[in-house]
């Protein structure tokens, strides 16, 4: 069992010498992972539905953003030696495939094999329709990216020709330091499940108790059955568990068949990061008496 933090950098808190002594303090602790989160921009109000709050409300203080994950993630590999860098995650869809492929391999190249790159499809149609991107059919969409990366990443010469993008013969470099980077999918409807069988090597879930995690692991089960699968080979992710929680819930969660459980990490700033990091130390205590 591992311990990583789900930690969505906001602005204008993260500073550099903020994330510097995160990343730090991350590595002297021997926490597995870092997730960061992706939203280009925000808006005053949404019609779309968040899934990540009980009333489908998505809230962020005013005047303040998500970081660059691709730059951020860059910044972190540079002050930390272990750590893996995740993405948590990248709404590929409405990203160019071709950008997104060099940049995260790129992650890759300078944190020496560290990057986790997890993809979803996003869920809200305002941010798609910002970035110029149509909202419908965005699983459709993020399947094809992620064919065209896996050909940039590990084909000498790539091409690809699809529904919705086709990729001339061209050559990416640098490739990845990892022989293969663990693709991860996030999400729980039918469309994320299956895409996790068919792509993914670990599988991202949210907020969902141990006893709910047992029950989502047999549809995962039945997804990867259809694909000639087990999930011998596929990595379960629990995030964004709340940080109430006692740390003998890792305990709990490695009982139901999860490998790593990302504990949130949402109280940036300098003054109390390293009080805030210890408290992270029972869990990693917990996960390493198993």
């Not at 970035?131 to 084909?155: H, M, N, Q, S």
């Not at 990729?167 to 990845?176: A, R």
Request: proline share 6%; with cysteine; hydrophobic share 35%.
């Amino acid at each position: 069992m591992k311990v990583g933090l789900f930690s969505p950098l906001r602005s204008p808190v993260c500073t550099p010498e903020y994330l510097s002594r995160f990343g730090r303090g991350c590595d002297e602790r021997g926490i597995y992972s870092i997730w960061l989160g992706e939203h280009v921009v925000t808006f005053p109000s949404y019609e779309s539905k968040y899934p990540g709050s009980a009333d489908g409300v998505f809230r962020f203080p005013e005047k303040s953003g998500l970081m660059d994950m691709v730059s951020s993630l860059a910044y972190l590999a540079a002050v930390t030696d272990n750590v893996r860098l995740g993405t948590g995650i990248c709404i590929l869809p409405q990203n160019n495939p071709v950008y997104a492929a060099k940049e995260y391999a790129n992650v890759d190249f300078l944190s020496n094999g560290r990057l986790d790159f997890g993809v979803g499809v996003g869920w809200s149609w305002e941010e798609f329709e910002a970035c110029g991107v149509p909202f419908e059919r965005r699983g459709a969409r993020c399947d094809e990216y992620l064919d065209v990366i896996k050909t940039l990443w590990y084909d000498d010469l790539s091409s690809y020709a699809g529904e919705f993008y086709n990729l001339p013969e061209c050559h990416l470099y640098p490739k990845p330091v990892q022989e293969t980077v663990p693709i991860t999918i996030g999400g729980h409807s039918k469309g994320a499940l299956r895409r996790t069988a068919r792509y993914g090597a670990k599988w991202y879930g949210i907020g969902l108790t141990p006893e709910q995690t047992r029950a989502e692991l047999v549809r995962i089960d039945e997804a990867l059955a259809e694909e000639g699968r087990s999930r011998d080979d596929l990595w379960i992710i629990m995030g964004s568990v709340s940080d109430r929680i006692a740390p003998t819930v890792v305990e709990e969660y490695a009982e139901v068949g999860v490998d790593e459980v990302l504990v949130p990490f949402l109280r940036h700033g300098e003054k109390h990061l390293d009080s805030n990091l210890d408290e992270i130390v029972p869990y990693l205590e917990t996960a390493a008496s198993l």
